[in-house]
């Protein structure tokens, strides 16, 4: 009686209008999301180890927070149908997980569906979202991420608008990440609703191909990147693109990791990992660590970089960060390593969104190496280097 009690409270609210929860993902989420690596193989065991691993291995130092937990942790839902962990998985159940994660200075994220069943056919949450927030609520859930999958002829912005709605009433406050897929455009109504949306179907860890699941189709980096074009101006603080989660350490080269969270700063994406945090190689580590590069990622002003030139194999691009700086980001799409000279002088960089300009020809700046940590100069000189293939030069301008 007692839960129906408060269900019917929640539902009422106390009269404030429902709207998201504001002064939340002000720099895009930064964090780590089960999906990418152990798909629907989730355990209470798996979390906390990995709660324990970015506590520990410079991860949490370095920005990240939220530990999401991917689809397949439901159980069933009870008589009075409110939904619970699935007890052979996690049997000390959510909240006393949700305690643990907060204990050790981070988040707990969960995942559900706007359909009738998650993706991984667990139940999903149409027809109980206010259920389902008021329990998110209760356990001490801080992000939700809710998918697509099994929603028939559902409107995405109305029933994202069902689970905003659910979630302010509940009264705990969760970044709400719409995975939709980019299907009905989120980035023209997503701002009011969600604090990221998905742009695109899954990403999938390679360089430069698709996977071909038979009626979906999965995408690898350069792939996905292609896809952001002309959606910069829906994304700022508080609201995010969100290009898929991160596949560094999955199985890509070294290169291919670096450049694809370098691309993913560039972005301001959020920069959720996806790979095994408990057994990660010192190089994966200092890629998702790097602090230049996340520094570029979580810069206040919230601009995406753009691709400001390309030829084909090289694209270089830029992003406005504060203090008058500049983002440069150089990709090697090519199998092979390419050549660049780039002369400062003979370029001016403008962006009409932030309308931000730097002029090489009039003012210098300094040009440090995001990942060598080298200062290279300044922009007196011409840029002359070599890019590895499929690997990025990234730069920090700084105005002298």
Same mark, same amino acid.
């Given at each position: 009686?007692?839960?129906?009690?408060?269900?019917?409270?929640?539902?009422?609210?106390?009269?404030?209008?429902?709207?998201?929860?504001?002064?939340?993902?002000?720099?895009?989420?930064?964090?780590?999301?089960?999906?990418?690596?152990?798909?629907?193989?989730?355990?209470?065991?798996?979390?906390?180890?990995?709660?324990?691993?970015?506590?520990?291995?410079?991860?949490?130092? %370095?920005?990240?927070?939220?530990?999401?937990?991917?689809?397949?942790?439901?159980?069933?839902?009870?008589?009075?149908?409110?939904?619970?962990?699935?007890?052979?998985?996690?049997?000390?159940?959510?909240?006393?997980?949700?305690?643990?994660?907060?204990?050790?200075?981070?988040?707990?994220?969960?995942?559900?569906?706007?359909?009738?069943?998650?993706?991984?056919?667990?139940?999903?949450?149409?027809?109980?979202?206010?259920?389902?927030?008021?329990?998110?609520?209760?356990?001490?859930?801080?992000?939700?991420?809710?998918?697509?999958?099994?929603?028939?002829?559902?409107?995405?912005?109305?029933?994202?608008?069902?689970?905003?709605?659910?979630?302010? %009433?509940?009264?705990?406050?969760?970044?709400?990440?719409?995975?939709?897929?980019?299907?009905?455009?989120?980035?023209?109504?997503?701002?009011?609703?969600?604090?990221?949306?998905?742009?695109?179907?899954?990403?999938?860890?390679?360089?430069?191909?698709? &996977?071909?699941?038979?009626?979906?189709?999965?995408?690898?980096?350069?792939?996905?990147?292609?896809? &952001?074009?002309?959606?910069?101006?829906? %994304?700022?603080?508080?609201?995010?693109?969100?290009?898929?989660?991160?596949?560094?350490?999955?199985?890509?080269?070294?290169?291919?990791?670096?450049?694809?969270?370098?691309?993913?700063?560039?972005?301001?994406?959020?920069?959720?990992?996806?790979?095994?945090?408990?057994?990660?190689?010192?190089?994966?580590?200092?890629?998702?660590?790097?602090?230049?590069?996340?520094?570029?990622? &979580?810069?206040?002003?919230?601009?995406?970089?753009?691709?400001?030139?390309?030829?084909?194999?090289?694209?270089?691009?830029?992003?406005?960060?504060?203090?008058?700086?500049?983002?440069?980001?150089?990709?090697?799409?090519?199998?092979?390593?390419?050549?660049?000279?780039?002369?400062?002088?003979?370029?001016?960089? %403008?962006?009409?969104?932030?309308?931000?300009?730097?002029?090489?020809?009039?003012?210098?700046?300094?040009?440090?190496?995001?990942?060598?940590?080298?200062?290279?100069?300044?922009?007196?000189?011409?840029?002359?280097?070599?890019?590895?293939?499929?690997?990025?030069?990234?730069?920090?301008?700084?105005?002298?």
């Amino acid at each position: 009686m007692k839960r129906i009690l408060f269900a019917i409270l929640c539902l009422v609210g106390v009269g404030a209008p429902a709207q998201k929860f504001d002064q939340l993902a002000l720099t895009p989420p930064m964090g780590w999301n089960s999906w990418n690596k152990f798909a629907s193989e989730v355990s209470e065991r798996l979390i906390r180890e990995t709660v324990d691993a970015m506590a520990t291995n410079g991860m949490k130092s %370095a920005g990240y927070q939220y530990i999401n937990i991917d689809d397949s942790w439901q159980g069933e839902r009870d008589s009075q149908g409110f939904i619970q962990p699935d007890a052979k998985r996690f049997p000390s159940g959510m909240k006393a997980l949700a305690d643990y994660v907060h204990s050790q200075g981070l988040k707990l994220g969960i995942y559900s569906d706007a359909g009738t069943k998650t993706c991984a056919g667990r139940p999903g949450s149409r027809g109980h979202e206010y259920q389902d927030a008021q329990t998110y609520a209760r356990w001490g859930v801080d992000y939700l991420k809710y998918d697509w999958c099994d929603t028939e002829a559902l409107s995405a912005e109305g029933a994202y608008l069902t689970m905003r709605n659910a979630l302010f %009433a509940a009264g705990r406050p969760m970044v709400f990440s719409i995975c939709e897929w980019g299907n009905q455009n989120p980035w023209l109504w997503g701002a009011k609703i969600g604090h990221l949306w998905r742009t695109t179907g899954d990403i999938y860890p390679c360089f430069d191909c698709t &996977q071909d699941h038979g009626t979906w189709k999965s995408s690898g980096i350069l792939q996905i990147l292609d896809l &952001q074009q002309g959606l910069r101006e829906y %994304a700022g603080p508080g609201h995010w693109n969100d290009p898929d989660m991160l596949e560094v350490g999955n199985g890509m080269t070294v290169n291919e990791d670096r450049a694809h969270f370098s691309l993913w700063c560039m972005l301001a994406a959020p920069l959720i990992a996806g790979n095994d945090l408990r057994n990660m190689p010192k190089p994966i580590l200092g890629i998702l660590t790097n602090q230049d590069a996340i520094a570029v990622d &979580q810069d206040a002003l919230g601009i995406e970089g753009w691709r400001y030139s390309t030829d084909g194999v090289l694209e270089t691009w830029f992003k406005p960060l504060t203090k008058d700086a500049w983002a440069m980001c150089v990709l090697n799409r090519s199998p092979r390593a390419q050549k660049i000279v780039f002369d400062w002088k003979t370029k001016t960089v %403008a962006d009409d969104l932030s309308k931000r300009e730097a002029h090489f020809d009039t003012t210098t700046y300094t040009i440090r190496d995001v990942w060598t940590k080298k200062n290279l100069g300044t922009t007196r000189d011409p840029l002359n280097a070599e890019i590895p293939s499929h690997d990025v030069l990234m730069l920090w301008l700084d105005k002298m």
